[in-house]
RNA sequence: GGGCCGUUAGCUCAAUCGGUAGAGCAGAGGCCUUUUAAGCCUUUGGUUCAGGGUUCGAGUCCCUGACGGCUCACCA
């Protein structure tokens, strides 16, 4: 890589730096106080005595850490912001105070984006600034890169993805996502923990794929000389512990799914999933409502949330509509009148809808709900009973041929996640999978393998058990008011852009 | 993958009808001892994404490509 112009003029400062045995990186630093524990002993000391601390030699001492970000020379002497990682501090330092050396290094040699430690006392300047006054200042890390714009920030779209970095070093709200991001996970795990789940870890390289319906990322085993697949759902994994007598389990990781990209698809995304032995959907649904009012409790500290301009109340119970119920109000056909796919097809494209003609029954029912009802859906929302020919890992509904016990939920017009009350009829499974099989496009890649390994598992016996998957992502996009997934993913998915 | 839009200094953005490519910040030099995006004076910095074309003349119009944004499609 080559050195811009200005790049090169700081190059010439850190050479001047060593010319005068000052190291720019040295390996350790002096570091007292956070910036934040700096600000907030100088408040205890003020508020436990009367005294002011002007420039008092008692007020507390401290030496921080931090990159310059903001520098105001004023002759003999200077006001600068430096920041670490839990807040800005103003630094104030006299040419007199320092040394004469000093002022000269940082007026001459130091550059915003620099790393600094500084040593001085606490005070609270005429406009009620507490500022560390300082008598010793020295370089810990130069910067040779200078920062973007130090008050709009760095903007651009393509470069705030492509170097996370720039974008997190100036730009605080970013970093604030990403915090929060941690906050959901964390979250998550508490509430699932209290309720004796038990968390896994399941295998990302599989020999099949399976439990959702994506083309995967395919991948090779050299020694073995195996294909694997990415995973692109934890499902069938984390049923077969149940038949191993955990009774809760639960897997957060990534999944890896080989389609388009939008707003709310990343081709890696982090999900949750969770299996319950003895739960059926219904009572999935229970606990999501009280999982996702929790997360949004811990992390917001309110389960009423504002999302793309629209107040959203995560709290109590959420609306319930079956699938039929809600495409009837919505796109205006009960699809029980149209039993077949063919029938189904001329009904949509009769009302101006779009149908393509491959699509099965069930395609097409999803195709209407995806149209019609689910950008409706801003407030939390279940939708409940699918169609089973798009459920082939969902018990059938007792007394209903062409339905399954199957939910799903949206919130902000989103869908957020995915349950059933899990199939563990391993004869049933079975002639779900070779059905699957038959009426698939094979050549749209849409068929997928059989596994039989699980169907072993099932004939072992599994309990009954509701099932649950979410996004992770976009559960943070909603409580971080992000509208797009890679606001939420550190390292979103671009195309690479080498020459 | 389709459609539409975009890409100008390190960053944030201008540039009328096709007529000498600008500003702020950052940088450099100078002044300034309580500032707050400090201020004041001077000043450097451009293959206008790349490559073709039209034209006396292209940041601007046309074509191709790269990358990005939005959107549609895809995503049981």
Do not use: C
């Amino acid at each position: 890589m080559e050195f811009s112009d200005l790049e090169l003029e700081r190059l010439k400062k850190l050479q001047r730096l060593r010319e005068r045995g000052i190291e720019p990186y040295p390996a350790r630093v002096t570091r007292t106080h956070t910036n934040q524990q700096a600000i907030d002993a100088f408040a205890a000391q003020e508020a436990a005595s009367d005294a002011p601390h002007q420039a008092g030699g008692e007020a507390v001492e401290a030496a921080v850490v931090g990159r310059l970000v903001l520098v105001r020379p004023m002759g003999k002497a200077s006001f600068a912001h430096i920041e670490d990682g839990t807040s800005r501090l103003q630094i104030y330092m006299k040419k007199e105070e320092v040394g004469e050396e000093t002022y000269e290094m940082f007026l001459k040699d130091i550059d915003l984006g620099d790393f600094l430690e500084a040593q001085g006392h606490m005070f609270r300047t005429k406009t009620g600034e507490p500022t560390l006054r300082i008598t010793q200042l020295h370089i810990i890390s130069k910067a040779i890169q200078p920062p973007p714009e130090k008050w709009h920030g760095l903007k651009d779209v393509e470069t705030r993805l492509r170097q996370r970095y720039a974008d997190l070093l100036s730009n605080p709200e970013t970093r604030e996502v990403f915090r929060k991001r941690a906050q959901v996970v964390n979250a998550l795990r508490r509430f699932l923990d209290n309720l004796d789940f038990l968390e896994v870890e399941t295998p990302v390289l599989q020999p099949l794929y399976g439990g959702a319906a994506a083309r995967p990322f395919i991948t090779h085993h050299n020694q073995l000389d195996q294909n694997l697949y990415l995973r692109i759902s934890f499902e069938l994994y984390l049923k077969r512990l149940l038949v191993g007598m955990y009774e809760r389990v639960y897997e957060i990781g990534r999944d890896f799914r080989n389609e388009g990209v939008s707003y709310k698809h990343n081709p890696e995304f982090t999900q949750l999933e969770f299996y319950a032995a003895y739960w059926d959907y219904k009572k999935v649904m229970e606990v999501t409502e009280q999982m996702v009012a929790y997360v949004a409790q811990e992390v917001t500290g309110s389960t009423q949330i504002e999302y793309d301009g629209k107040a959203i109340e995560l709290g109590g119970a959420w609306q319930r509509l079956t699938m039929r119920e809600a495409i009837k109000k919505w796109a205006e056909i009960d699809y029980m009148d149209y039993p077949t796919a063919a029938e189904l097809r001329a009904a949509i494209r009769a009302r101006g809808g779009h149908a393509p003609d491959d699509a099965s029954w069930g395609k097409l029912i999803d195709g209407l709900m995806g149209d019609y009802v689910e950008p409706q859906l801003i407030q939390p929302t279940f939708l409940y009973d699918y169609p089973r020919d798009i459920s082939p890992l969902a018990k059938r509904k007792p007394d209903d041929a062409r339905h399954v016990e199957r939910f799903e939920f949206f919130i902000a017009g989103m869908e957020m996640g995915n349950a059933f009350s899990e199939l563990n009829d391993p004869l049933d499974q079975e002639e779900r999978f070779v059905e699957m099989n038959r009426t698939e496009d094979v050549e749209a890649g849409d068929a997928h393998p059989l596994d039989e390994d699980y169907l072993r598992a099932m004939r072992y016996g599994m309990p009954p058990n509701g099932g649950f998957g979410m996004g992770v992502d976009r559960l943070t996009m909603l409580l971080t008011n992000q509208q797009t997934i890679r606001e939420v993913i550190l390292y979103p998915h671009l195309r690479s852009s080498e020459k």
